[in-house]
């Protein structure tokens, strides 16, 4: 038996098991499919990560490779080119490698770290033909930074999320054409920072309120329609016009990993498509643990680090108080007015010293913006911002002050638009 057994060796796996390591626990294995550690960062090759936690601005594989380094001097076991087929309940670990075959491991506590994917053209039902060079952005990512291969010259993005806008940049650098990047919302689902870095600078449109209609083509793609959409996210007849492309990317969400925690029994939020959690990353199983993409799709690896060193932190106290998980007044956190989701979705009060940081995402564009901690309709906090938007995840701490006033163990976040 194990002290705790980690699945995924992505950024999240990696800072947990770490963190479980400097907490005391020495028997810890980590599983990855991948034939290397470090997750989805490998294929990251641009900068503008490890801003908060190493104050310094890395690429995706060096901010990898610091925290492979960093368990490499550790005692802790790696499993690389391992499937894990299944989570039960009672802490076994189905895997699967060539090496081994089919094996059962077992952990007194497990951290689930598996990641996300991505939306493809199936999940958002584009109409028209199936020819060859449609391609999730992740996938064109991996193939042009890993494998070496330019997936395409003239290109169409439908999405405006981190990895599209990052890949319209990409593909113009190595010798594309990006006719431009269409987004049905009235806003990008991208970083600001990616916006302007990876399409002003490179003078590439962004169509708001805009869609693809048509996927036209043969054996290739050869062009896509594109038409405005109303409030309804409609197509308004008359708006179409016809790009020839050879290429297109969808950069159309991302859904968190969960099969294997759905098989374990863990209670999903199905807001986030992730495990929800306590504020220590805990599961609705006692000594199941989840953080990272596999809960909540981050915009940033350094808040991806931090929440999994708290999981890494807690999984080990976990083992060794020897599966005491704490009890205490329970609270729930719920989405009030333009919140799309929080995490952590359950505090238990005791646990909680100085104060709790709640992750959330709104439904628009604010600027001049107040944030509410209400209880019971009463207002118990309130943060100002001067601009909220929803691809940037947003944070604020409920203190151990706020936290007594709670009433029926009930709180909720709220978002308002100001005058100023
Ligand atoms: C294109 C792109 C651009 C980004 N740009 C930035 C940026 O500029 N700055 C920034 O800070 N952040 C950026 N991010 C975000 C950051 O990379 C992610 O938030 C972070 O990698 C998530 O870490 P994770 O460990 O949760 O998931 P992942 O990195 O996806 O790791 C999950 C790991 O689990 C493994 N796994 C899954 N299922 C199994 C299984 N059944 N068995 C074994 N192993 C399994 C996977 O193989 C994978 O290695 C970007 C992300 C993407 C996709």
């Known amino acids: 038996m194990h002290d705790l057994i980690v699945v995924g060796g992505g950024p999240a796996g990696l800072a947990a098991a ?8 020495k028997d810890i294995v980590i599983i990855e499919r991948d034939k290397e550690l470090g997750g989805i960062l490998n294929q990251c090759i641009h900068n503008g990560f490890g801003l908060h936690q190493f104050k310094e601005e890395l690429t995706g594989p060096e901010y990898a490779n610091r925290f ?29 490698n060539q090496s081994g075959g089919y094996q059962i491991l077992e952990a007194q506590a497990i951290v689930l770290a598996m990641g996300c994917r991505e939306r493809t053209r199936g999940a958002i039902g584009i109409p028209g033909s199936r020819p060859a060079g449609i391609y999730t952005a992740g996938a064109a990512q991996r193939y042009v930074n890993m494998e070496g291969y330019l997936v395409g010259k003239k290109v169409m993005i439908l999405g405006s999320g981190d990895i599209g806008l990052i890949m319209a940049r990409r593909m113009t650098l190595e010798g594309a054409e990006v006719l431009a990047c269409v987004e049905v919302m009235p806003y990008s689902g991208g970083l600001t920072r990616n916006i302007v870095q990876c399409l002003d600078d490179y003078d590439i449109p962004l169509f708001l309120s805009h869609t693809i209609t048509d996927i036209r083509g043969k054996n290739r793609v050869e062009s896509v329609v594109v038409a405005e959409v109303d409030e309804n996210r409609q197509p308004i007849a008359g708006t179409e016009q016809v790009f020839e492309c050879d290429t297109v990317l969808l950069s159309v969400g991302l859904i968190p990993e969960n099969e294997l925690s759905k098989g374990a029994g863990v209670v999903l939020d199905r807001r986030t498509n992730g495990a929800i959690v306590y504020e220590n990353m805990e599961t609705s199983i006692p000594g199941i643990f989840a953080c990272g993409n596999v809960v909540h799709v981050h915009d940033l690896v350094d808040f991806v680090t931090e929440e999994s060193i708290k999981a890494g932190d807690a999984a080990a106290d976990y083992v060794l108080n020897q599966g005491d998980s704490a009890e205490g007044e329970l609270l729930t956190i719920k989405n009030g007015e333009h919140v799309t989701y929080v995490v952590p979705q359950k505090v238990r009060a005791d646990q909680v010293d100085k104060r709790v940081e709640l992750s959330f995402r709104v439904n628009k564009v604010y600027d001049d913006s107040l944030i509410t901690i209400q209880s019971d309709g009463e207002v118990l906090a309130k943060f100002k911002r001067t601009y909220i938007v929803p691809g940037e995840m947003e944070k604020v701490k409920l203190s151990r002050k706020v936290i007594d006033k709670i009433h029926n163990g009930e709180v909720e976040i709220c978002v308002e638009e100001v005058q100023v």
């Open 18 to 25: 770490y963190a479980a390591y400097h907490k005391g626990l």
């Open 68 to 96: 492979i380094e960093m368990i490499a001097a550790t005692e802790v076991e790696v499993l690389t080119d391992t499937m894990v087929l299944e989570v039960t309940p009672e802490k076994q670990v189905h895997i699967v």
